[in-house]
């Protein structure tokens, strides 16, 4: 069984950084590219990155180019997400999910889903 | 960037009731669309992948069509552990969410 936990959520003053990380278990992690989502309270999901799974390749979202680093220790079976600078607009329930790639639209979907670490920013 | 417009925002229905929830793309994606439901507190959970399969273990009772442009999501038979938001996601975006709520 796919699990995915994420930890390291927190509060953090504007200005801030914060590491989160996701262990992951029941699946080959080096094999599977992994996302980090996030949902602010009261609000949608949003798409932040993407990283492949040796690593080699990372994708940003607009919002948080820049500022939030994705990355991955294939050996530790372990995600991370790096944010720096934060904002209050920051605050969100942050979710790592594993990805598999659609040939067909050269993206990824979601298959599986940690249950969330909350970030709050704020003084 | 592909908006992805989503609809209705929320809906109040019935167990047993017909569902139908559409997502519209503003340029064609042909069949490039995903179905995700989400419970408060919970995981979410991928329902439907390129527009029409059904993801394994996922009841059958969950169904997506469309192509193109315009995308539905249609539960046959609404039974009390689908009350949930759903969303649709294209490439990075996804949409507003469709908020199921008990009549």
């Known amino acids: 069984e796919v699990q995915l936990l994420e930890s390291g959520g927190g509060l953090v003053q504007p200005g801030g950084s914060l590491r989160l990380s996701c262990t992951a278990s029941?699946?080959?992690?080096?094999?599977?590219?992994m996302s980090w989502v996030r949902q602010p309270p009261g609000k949608g999901l949003e798409w932040l990155l993407s990283?492949?799974?040796?690593?080699?390749?990372?994708y940003y979202a607009d919002s948080v180019k820049g500022r939030f680093t994705i990355s991955r220790d294939n050996s530790e079976n372990t995600l991370y997400l790096q944010m720096n600078s934060l904002r209050a607009e920051d605050t969100a329930l942050y979710y790592c999910?594993?990805?598999?790639?659609?040939?067909?639209?050269?993206?990824?979907?979601?298959?599986?889903w940690g249950q969330g670490t909350l970030l709050t920013v704020s003084s | 960037d592909i908006q992805m417009t989503q609809s209705p925002s929320s809906l109040s229905t019935s167990v047993g009731d017909r569902v139908t929830i559409t997502c519209r793309a503003s340029?064609?994606?042909?069949?490039?669309l995903n179905w995700y439901q989400h419970k408060p507190g919970k995981a979410p959970k991928l329902l439907i992948y390129?527009?029409?399969s059904l993801r394994s273990g996922v009841p059958s009772r969950f169904s997506g069509t469309g192509s193109g442009t315009d995308f539905t999501l249609t539960i046959s038979s609404l039974q009390p552990e689908d009350f949930a938001t759903y969303y649709c996601?294209?490439?990075?975006?996804f949409g507003q969410g469709t908020k199921v709520e008990i009549k």
């Open positions: 999910a594993k990805a598999l790639y659609s040939y067909a639209s050269a993206w990824y979907y979601f298959d599986s």
């Open positions: 029941g699946f080959t992690f080096s094999s599977y590219a």
């Open positions: 990283i492949s799974g040796s690593g080699g390749s990372t």
């Open positions: 340029q064609s994606i042909s069949t490039s």
């Open positions: 390129a527009a029409s």
């Open positions: 996601q294209q490439r990075g975006t």
